[in-house]
């Protein structure tokens, strides 16, 4: 079964950073299309960002400016690095790519 690995949730003060690490062992992303999704409580997932199989990239509004996507050398990674993080930046972010299932998602935590 095809199946997403994520890593690099937690917690962070306002005006931090984390970065988020998805890794599809032995295969390779650049063939598809990937994003990462965030979940806020009681609230829909909703698309923060994207890379093409070309590593064009795409943004919400409200974290243009602050995170980047992009491919590891390895090119079964995909990363999602966020900075100037801020309170409403919190909720469960997720991994994802056309034909895999959703996993559980990392916690995303930023204090005021």
């Known amino acids: 079964q095809v199946q997403l690995v994520e890593s690099g949730g937690g917690l962070a003060q306002a005006g931090g950073s984390l970065r988020l690490s998805c890794v599809a062992p032995?295969?390779?992303?650049?063939?598809?299309?990937m994003g990462w999704f965030r979940q806020a409580p009681g609230k829909q997932r909703e698309l923060v960002a994207q890379?093409?199989?070309?590593?064009?990239?795409k943004y919400a509004d409200s974290v243009k400016g602050r995170f980047t996507i992009s491919r590891g050398n390895a090119k079964n990674t995909v990363y999602l690095q966020m900075n100037s993080l801020k309170p409403e930046d919190t909720g469960v972010y997720f991994c994802?790519?056309?034909?895999?299932?959703w996993g559980q998602g990392l916690q995303v935590t930023v204090s005021s």
């Open positions: 994802n790519a056309p034909g895999y299932p």
């Open positions: 032995g295969r390779i992303f650049n063939i598809n299309t």
């Open positions: 890379i093409t199989s070309g590593d064009s990239t």
